[in-house]
């Protein structure tokens, strides 16, 4: 999957994805994944010092580069006459944001990578349970660069495709899995705004291993909630 290859639609160039991801989210990935396994054995020193060494610097600088101060993959945003426009709070659709049904129904269909550009994601309330029994390894402070580069890269959103702010639903056909790069450099553009093609009009990019296997951590949910 070729995440760079731009497709000209309108006389426009379209990407997949706002920023092509860079080999150290996938092995930062990896090393959460057997800092878990290590924790699930007892092995918490050998688990703690995993989490650290996932806490990668080119991680977070990949991550800044879509929301942090100067995001330079939103500098090829463009203005698309007769676009959606922004609505006032009282006149966007309600509910704000997907129901846990359509959640549950949308990580069904998309599984625990983003739609966008393919890379793992992690929800918020597992990373919670993991910070709480590693606090010193997964820190989680008020500013980006007090947070744990691979868990904030890898924080997985509900993302509107047309935004709420634009007039689009949280009904599962206009939301999809995201990480926190994907939606939050995004945030109220629309997708032509943006130069994104459409993720559900393209099976979702496969770009490591253990694509298939992947679940999020979910597997060890039960196991850190008891402890």
């Not at 290590?38 to 977070?60: F, S, Y």
């Not at 949308?106 to 890379?119: E, L, Q, T």
């Not at 919670?128 to 390894?137: E, F, G, K, M």
């Not at 990019?205 to 951590?217: A, K, T, Y």
Request: net charge neutral.
């Amino acid at each position: 999957m070729q995440l760079s290859t731009d497709s000209d639609m309108n006389g426009m160039s379209f990407r997949r994805s706002l920023l092509i991801p860079i080999p150290e989210i996938f092995l930062a990935a990896e090393q959460i994944l057997r800092a878990l396994e290590k924790h699930a054995c007892g092995e918490k020193a050998e688990a703690e010092h995993l989490l650290q060494t996932a806490n990668i610097d080119v991680v977070r600088a990949y991550t800044e580069q879509a929301w942090g101060r100067g995001a330079t993959a939103r500098y090829g945003f463009v203005t698309v006459a007769d676009a959606p426009p922004r609505l006032s709070p009282a006149d966007r659709p309600k509910p704000r944001m997907p129901d846990s049904s359509t959640r549950a129904a949308v990580i069904s269909r998309d599984g625990y990578h983003c739609r966008f550009c393919g890379i793992p994601v992690v929800d918020a309330t597992l990373r919670r349970l993991i910070a709480a029994r590693y606090p010193a390894a997964v820190g989680w402070g008020s500013t980006n660069n007090t947070q744990h580069a691979a868990f904030q890269c890898m924080w997985l959103q509900f993302d509107h495709i047309l935004p709420n702010s634009r007039g689009g639903s949280s009904l599962v056909d206009n939301v999809v899995i995201a990480c926190a790069a994907c939606n939050f450099g995004r945030m109220e553009t629309t997708l032509e705004e943006a130069r994104l093609l459409h993720p559900l009009e393209f099976d979702p990019p496969i770009l490591w291993e253990r694509h298939e296997v992947w679940d999020g951590l979910e597997r060890f949910r039960a196991q850190l909630q008891s402890g």
